[in-house]
């Protein structure tokens, strides 16, 4: 038989990189959450103007 000890050997451990943090300002955090709603707000109004997802046959 084949020699397969050496096809399905367990990958090394990686080493964890640090996570990367940004310290926003309350008001730059403010207008992020604004932004995030008025799309929402948008990709809502445009998806009532959609056909709906059952076809007619």
Known sequence: ???TSN???KAPKRKKEKAR???VSPEMRQ???DL???KA???ESYGRHLPGTETKR
């Open 41 to 43: 707000t948008k990709q």
């Open 21 to 23: 943090t940004v310290s």
């Open 1 to 3: 038989m084949r020699e």
């Open 31 to 33: 207008a992020y959450a």
């Open 36 to 38: 995030i709603t008025e």
């Open 7 to 9: 096809t399905f050997k």
